[in-house]
T-cell receptor, first 114, second 114 residues
């Protein structure tokens, strides 16, 4: 399978714990995006990278959230001191940079904070 | 600023009858428009994409959408619904004006009755 992969697929944690998610994009794609989807809503943009540079961050991305993309390949999204409101599906997408680009999504990581 | 309004949160059709999922958008620029589908516990899959070429766009699984600039609409249709079409459908806009983030509608849940 050469699509976008995410790990883990499910994560249950207790409030206050730190969690880290990983995304592996399609191999030739230079842009990588993170979105968050809460129940009954469409995904909302969090941040994106072009190669290793983080170029845009949403106001949704509080200072407890940090994302990295070392070497411009896989990316990690870390949430520190998790809160119950962080419970959501975290989606990763990748694309080949272009004005009319298409983003391809991974299966997501579902986070439940107890 | 860009936004998307999906006019129906839930649509129910009988198998073999036409499907119509309605979407209106707002964009300051010449937008790219997408429809994505999300089956339960699966990732988002691209159905089709409009990028300023032909206004009638054909997608996978018999779906198509028509871009109507005067009405700022991008409705999704299919002549004959199949049981496997039951899923959540998202209308998505990207105006590409210095930002490549996607803005999703809230989704339309399609139910197909046998």
């Amino acid at each position: 399978d050469t699509g976008v992969s995410q790990d883990p697929r499910h994560k249950i944690t207790k409030r206050g714990q730190n969690v880290t998610f990983r995304c592996d994009p399609i191999s030739e794609h230079n842009r990588l995006y993170w979105y968050r989807q809460t129940l009954g809503q469409g995904p909302e943009f969090l941040t994106y990278f072009q190669n290793e540079a983080q170029l845009e961050k949403s106001r949704l991305l509080s200072d407890r959230f940090s994302a990295e993309r070392p070497k411009g390949s896989f990316s990690t999204l870390e949430i520190q001191r998790t809160e119950q409101g962080d419970s959501a599906m975290y989606l990763c997408a990748s694309s080949l940079a272009g004005v009319r680009e298409t983003q391809y999504f991974g299966p997501g990581t579902r986070l439940l904070v107890l | 600023a860009q936004s998307v309004t999906q006019l129906d949160s839930h649509v129910s059709v009988s198998e073999g009858t036409p499907v119509l999922l309605r979407c209106n958008y707002s964009s300051s620029y010449s937008p790219s428009l997408f429809w994505y589908v999300q089956h339960p516990n699966k990732g988002l899959q691209l159905l089709l994409k409009y990028t300023s070429a032909a206004t009638l766009v054909k997608g996978i699984n018999g779906f198509e959408a028509e871009f109507k600039k005067s009405e700022t609409s991008f409705h999704l249709t299919k002549p004959s619904a199949h049981m496997s079409d039951a899923a959540e459908y998202f209308c998505v806009v990207s105006d590409g004006a210095g930002s490549y983030q996607l803005t999703f509608g809230k989704g339309t849940k399609l139910s197909v009755i046998p």
